[in-house]
């Protein structure tokens, strides 16, 4: 069964620098989505991409974070320079054409900022 | 400011009862529904989707909407010990391409042997 991966795993980094989050969704989705998870705490929504755009972004992905498909199967989170609170786990999704509603999420990168 | 309200329990049932799980929202628009289950320390992991008012079944699970009352639930029959985690409302306002998800803070539901 299709599935989206993630790599790496788990990402240990200092403060101020810069991370990307790589991301392969399924191979025939056409919409990807950013999330993060604190420890504890709810799943939040950071953006979502479509047709080589951003089609949302919540209040959270400020200047400091940006998304790119840089090939047709890779879809990468690069944050600029990080900060302690940006510790969390980070959940790559993807939705199909015919349904695009329904997503389906990586097994996520633990990110922790040192 | 779009919320997704859940119990956050623990909720406890013995193997093979029926486990119950609820979410309200308060969006009135919210177009699409859906139930994750997510054990600990491991992503979010799509059980039900539910569009319409009424029930949907799939297996042992079923989920019923009402959207009068913005209220969303889970039926788990028959529940097993590996039923035991936090299951994730979360609710799609869509509008044009864009899809997000808000969720709720989940329930953890814990099915005792």
């Known amino acids: 069964e299709p599935e989206v991966t993630q790599t790496p795993s788990h990402q240990v980094t200092q403060m101020g620098q810069e991370v990307i989050l790589r991301c392969v969704p399924i191979?025939?989705?056409?919409?990807f989505y950013w999330y993060r998870q604190i420890l504890g705490q709810k799943v939040e929504f950071l953006v979502s991409?479509?047709?080589?755009?951003?089609?949302?972004k919540s209040e959270i992905f400020d200047d400091q974070f940006s998304v790119e498909r840089p090939d047709g199967s890779n879809f990468t989170l690069k944050i600029r320079s990080t900060k302690l609170e940006d510790s969390a786990m980070y959940f790559c999704?993807?939705?199909?054409?015919?349904?695009?509603?329904?997503?389906?999420f990586g097994p996520g990168t633990r990110l922790t900022v040192l | 400011q779009k919320e997704v309200e859940q119990n956050s329990g623990p909720l406890s049932v013995p193997e093979g009862a029926i486990a119950s799980l609820n979410c309200t929202y308060s969006?009135?628009?919210?177009?699409?529904f859906f139930w994750y289950r997510q054990y600990s320390g491991k992503s979010p992991e799509l059980i039900m989707s539910?569009?319409?008012?009424g029930d949907k079944e799939d297996g042992r699970f079923t989920a019923q909407l009402n959207k009068a009352s913005q209220y969303v639930s889970l039926l788990i029959r028959d529940s097993q010990p590996s039923d035991s985690a936090t299951y994730l409302c979360?609710?799609?306002?869509?509008?044009?391409?864009?899809?997000?998800?808000?969720f709720g803070k989940g329930t953890l539901l814990t099915v005792n042997p």
């Open positions: 999704a993807s939705s199909g054409l015919a349904d695009p509603d329904t997503q389906y």
């Open positions: 191979s025939n989705h056409l919409y």
């Open positions: 991409f479509y047709n080589n755009e951003i089609s949302e």
């Open positions: 969006d009135r628009v919210s177009q699409s």
């Open positions: 539910i569009y319409s008012n």
């Open positions: 979360a609710v799609n306002v869509t509008g044009g391409s864009n899809y997000k998800l808000t």
